[in-house]
């Protein structure tokens, strides 16, 4: 049996344990061949050679991490002790911030999959981001298009979802046609209000800067100088899909974002963002990012809900 004596040194102590030793915990979780006790600013740890060197590598960036940000986040420990390659850990490091929100908010992409979805926004100018609920995607693509529009990469914003149940229920609810389809589109409309100050934010919607729409309004248009985001794509129909894809212009942003695993069209109605999924994935000038349970940046019960059921689904479909 080998040993590590590591010395945590130039950073707060309170950082790196984590509230209730949560951080510290988690460190232990990850190397369950290895003993492992923390003691003030030493970490000892005893077990095989190969084990703990790879420990060693982890506590060293999770220092790097913390000097570099002054602090560090549940999902960034976890991101460091999954990461596999240079690659990825350069991801993890980049610490661009995507926007300052309102009251000084610090919005940036929080997992590796999200920062990938920004790089690959940067390099494509059509995006799909696709995964469960709670990973942040719609977020960060709101918050990419704000930052697009700041920096006069576009002259306006344009967030779009389908309405599923755009037929009899709707004409139960009362006021026009804006205040029966609004509940459709609040979380656009909450991720806005984290990063526009309320004045600023209504003069945009007022003036068409910023336009949050149903899908069924994008028909017949052509969508220049704008970035575009599909939300909760997977309840589009194969026509809604291509009538919206084809909607793209001339200098021109478009981020789909869905999760294929909760579809809420009829039974017997494709999704056409499965569809669009298998047609377009050969097409190189279109980016595909996948997101999972790990990527899950809400409470963090929402990724073990997730995985109890992807279990189940999983169950059910050995037994049919």
């Known amino acids: 049996m080998y040993e590590l004596n590591y010395e945590l040194q130039g950073i707060d102590l309170?950082?790196?344990?984590?509230?209730?030793?949560?951080?510290?915990?988690?460190?232990?979780?990850?190397?369950?061949?290895l003993k492992i006790i923390g003691r003030d600013n030493y970490i000892f740890a005893a077990g095989n050679t190969e084990a703990l060197d790879v420990l060693k590598k982890k506590l060293d960036d999770i220092v790097s991490f913390i000097s570099a940000n002054n602090t560090i986040e549940l999902k960034d420990v976890e991101n460091i002790l999954r990461l596999k390659d240079e690659n990825e850990r350069q991801l993890i490091f980049d610490t661009d911030i995507l926007l300052k929100g309102v009251g000084g908010k610090i919005i940036k992409a929080k997992t590796t999959n999200l920062k990938k979805l920004v790089k690959a926004s940067e390099k494509k100018d059509m995006v799909f981001a696709i995964g469960p609920a709670g990973t942040g995607k719609?977020?960060?693509s709101v918050a990419l298009a704000v930052r697009a529009l700041r920096d006069k990469e576009v002259k306006r914003i344009i967030l779009t979802r389908p309405a599923v149940e755009a037929g009899e229920s709707l004409g139960f609810l009362?006021?026009?046609?804006?205040e029966k389809l609004d509940p459709y589109l609040q979380p656009l409309y909450d991720a806005l209000r984290d990063m526009l100050p309320f004045e600023k934010l209504e003069g945009y919607i007022e003036r068409k800067v910023i336009e949050v729409a149903p899908l069924a309004f994008m028909r017949g248009r052509t969508l220049?100088?704008?970035?575009?985001?599909?939300?909760?794509?997977?309840?589009?129909t194969r026509a809604q899909m291509k009538m919206f894809l084809t909607r793209m212009g001339m200098n021109a942003k478009f981020i789909i974002t869905g999760d294929p695993s909760q579809v809420d069209l009829p039974p017997?109605?494709?999704?056409?963002?499965r569809e669009a999924?298998?047609?377009?994935?050969?097409?190189?000038?279109?980016g595909f990012i996948h997101l999972t349970d790990e990527d899950v940046v809400r409470h963090p019960v929402v990724r073990k809900i997730?995985?109890?059921y992807n279990a189940e689904d999983q169950r059910h479909a050995r037994n049919q």
Do not use: C, R, W
Not at 277 to 286: A, G, S, T
């Open 268 to 273: 017997k109605q494709e999704s056409g963002l």
């Open 174 to 178: 009362p006021g026009d046609l804006k």
């Open 138 to 140: 719609t977020y960060t």
């Open 14 to 33: 309170k950082s790196f344990y984590g509230v209730q030793n949560q951080f510290f915990n988690l460190i232990k979780s990850s190397f369950p061949t």
């Open 306 to 308: 997730i995985q109890a």
């Open 224 to 236: 220049d100088d704008a970035f575009v985001i599909l939300d909760e794509a997977q309840n589009t």
């Open 277 to 286: 999924m298998h047609i377009l994935k050969d097409v190189k000038e279109i």
